[in-house]
């Protein structure tokens, strides 16, 4: 439980949102003070929604855009709005028309999901302050990768807005390679193909530096993390480097440290854990360094605007385990106070809120 609010500093108390998936007995998205300074936490509010399995908060903290993943027509777009005292209250619900998306990105004038199941990237253009969206265009993925059970239909699992504010990479896992999108306004158009990864990579989430010079890709199949330097919507591979080490072919989620100089990646499946690398951040190259066993299915996971912690959500052990990081040496001690929430996938900071 979050300690008497005169012992802290109110800075240090974040909104945090949470995912998940609603058939173990999940309401939907639950909203969370998190005290990115002690590592206590408290239940706000909670949103009955069907599996928001993803959600991403916008610039100014006032809205959060979340899928529900299903694989109907009931897959949609869902906007959230925020309040100050961690309340959630739904606002608007535009379908994707792309079966089970599982990722959501906005940069304030266009949201976008990534259609699993559907094979596509579904554009949304906003209005009203975000508050409303409406479909626009969809793009779809291709196949070609050589797992036959895998591969064999297009999938699509992230889009993201590049650092530069000019386009949207998005990860077309079946053809084993990154499409781009040139961004003018709210119209979204075709650029070709970021870069190709190698066969059987089966490429899922994507995370740019600090700087823009660099972009990381964890690849579900291979469980490799791949090392680019990007510029201008194209990306140049520069390294791959293990992170499942047992050929589980579960990779999932990939982040750096707030000052990245570490880069940590998830793998599901055996050997569930979080594979830890220090970065040289003049390179861009990875070393790996470690590795934090997790909880079963550590489908995504979180590090605090400050650094001090790294939160997983585990899936299959219906929780989110937080773990102290280690500043020097990019390292993770479990607390063993985990935050238990039914079927866990998705956790966000709201880093500009109120004060809780």
């Known amino acids: 439980m979050l300690g008497c ?11 945090m949102l949470v995912g998940t998936y609603t058939d173990g007995g999940s309401r939907g998205v639950y909203s969370y003070s998190f005290n990115q300074n002690t ?17 991403t908060i916008s610039d ?11 694989n109907d027509d009931r897959a949609a777009l869902n906007i959230i709005r925020l309040s100050k005292n961690g309340g959630i209250q739904l606002l608007n619900t535009e379908k994707t028309e792309g079966a089970d998306p599982c990722y959501v990105a906005s940069n304030g004038n266009v949201s976008v999901t990534a259609n699993y199941s559907g094979g596509s990237m579904s554009v949304f253009n906003l209005r009203d302050n975000g508050e409303k969206a409406a479909l626009g265009t969809k793009f779809l993925g291709a196949t070609g990768g050589p797992d036959v059970s895998r591969q064999e239909v297009p999938h699509v699992h992230c889009a993201c807005f590049t650092p530069d504010g000019g386009y ?15 961004l003018k306004g709210q119209k979204v158009i075709a650029n070709g193909v970021a870069a190709k990864v190698s066969a059987d990579s089966g490429p899922r989430h994507l995370v740019f530096s600090n700087d823009g010079r660099f972009a990381y890709l964890m690849n579900e199949l291979s469980g490799k993390v791949t090392v680019f330097a990007y510029a201008q919507g194209r990306l140049e591979q520069l390294q791959e480097i293990t992170s499942d080490c047992v050929g589980a072919r579960g990779g999932a989620d990939v982040h750096l440290s707030p000052d990245g100089k570490f880069l940590y990646s998830s793998n599901r499946l055996k050997a569930e854990g979080i594979a830890i690398f220090s970065v040289d951040t003049a390179t861009g190259l990875l070393t790996r360094i470690g590795y934090q066993p997790t909880g079963a299915h550590p489908r995504q996971f979180n590090i605090t605007p400050n650094g001090k912690y790294l939160l997983c959500c585990c899936r299959d052990s219906n929780c989110i385990q937080v773990y102290r990081r280690d500043m020097k040496t990019g390292l993770l001690t479990e ?18 809120a109120d004060s809780l």
């Open 168 to 182: 949207i990479l998005a990860t077309d896992f079946s053809a084993d390679r990154i499409l781009s999108f040139r």
């Open 60 to 70: 100014n903290g006032k809205l959060a855009y979340v899928v529900s993943e299903t």
């Open 39 to 55: 590592g206590e936490s408290a239940l706000l509010d909670s949103l009955q929604l069907q599996n928001p399995s993803y959600l």
């Open 335 to 352: 607390l063993h106070h985990e935050i238990p929430v039914s079927k866990a996938v998705c956790v966000q900071f709201n880093e500009v």
């Open 5 to 15: 609010a005169c012992q802290v500093k109110a800075q240090d108390n974040l909104m």
